[in-house]
């Protein structure tokens, strides 16, 4: 069997997600493939995490993909979430996750009163609402006259491919999207039923080219499929999957075959790679065995008490710290775990300067906090600014 060092396994994974200093790009819709997706349940993360990851990043070029030029697009796949995709991979994405999603939608129909005969009147009445435009939830309730639940019906159709989630409205933290009818605003992607199978067998590749070596518990809890179906899509891969080992850490590890040499061959990292990533970040969110990045003791900082992660300042893929962007007063906090050295502490501080001009559009004051809260003593949500109160 296949053994690494774990600096050749984190250099490895670090380039695939393109978080070291010689494998970033400018190219967004390549980027959003390489790392399997951007996490799109949030306003600012899927910026941010492309800030980390690009030379030269600006927020109208991820617009463009997205509305203009429709090479990407937003759709609830892996772990019931948001995420944005690159278009072969959204399709292999909405049939692996599909019967999930969809269920789930339809029991949350329920719990809404909303009753089956009802919201496919609804439905039918939606689809010919959106014929050559796309509107809000608020405009297609007013349209409807109606006081159900118009956002939980429109989840449900999206989950069915039937609508995407298109723009964006602008002017507060939430996301308030636009919707359109998928066929027309994708006039050239034929979301045809694929085998749940191979579909699942398509996202769990592109999770091992972006993530391998990982365990197959990280597979089946990153794509949500479960240890069951992510096993069958595993058994039907034997021929493109290898079994490998990584030093000082338990589990058997799961690679691409293609991807091995490659592992084997990874330069040492430029040091030292400083990256200030956004909550739910792709790569924090890709592996259910956080020891590969993260402390035990320090975990309660990182993750709340349902999972969520918060935002992390990483050094050579490790997580040493919390950051915190408090906009409105143009003011970045960065919390260490523990001491590190100037040249870390100057390499966290000029890469904050740089999330604070892109999101205030100014320089930002830089605060250090010598104290944090553990997250699963904050209320709910605290995960979107964990550093307010220190």
Known sequence: MHAFDPAQADAHVLRR??????????DVVQMVKDISGLYASSATTPYLSLLARTRQFKREQLDEELYVRRTLGRIRCMRKALYILPIDLLV??????????????????EYRGVPRSIHEQLSRQILDLLKGRELSANDIRHALRTALDVPAILNFMCDQGLLIRSRVERGGPD???????????????????MGEREAAMHVVRQYLRSFGPATEADIAGWTGLGQVSAHIALQHMRGEVIGVQIDQHLGNFLMLQTEVETCR???PLPQPVVNLLPS???????YQDRSRYLEARYADRVFDQTGHVTSTIVLNGHVIGVWDLIAENCQVKLFLFRAAPDEVRAAVESVAQQIGYF?????????WCTTMQPLTRQPPGSVASPLRNS
């Open 280 to 286: 739910h970040d792709p790569y924090l969110l890709g």
């Open 265 to 267: 061959q990874a330069a």
């Open 92 to 109: 292999a994405a909405h049939w692996a996750t599909r019967s999930l999603n969809v269920e789930a939608s339809r029991r949350y129909l």
């Open 359 to 367: 999101m205030c559009r100014d320089s930002v004051v830089i605060q």
């Open 175 to 193: 996301l308030n999207f636009c919707y359109a009818l998928f066929s027309e605003y994708f006039p050239r992607v034929r979301l045809e039923p």
């Open 17 to 26: 997600q393109q978080l070291a200093s010689d494998a970033k790009t400018d």
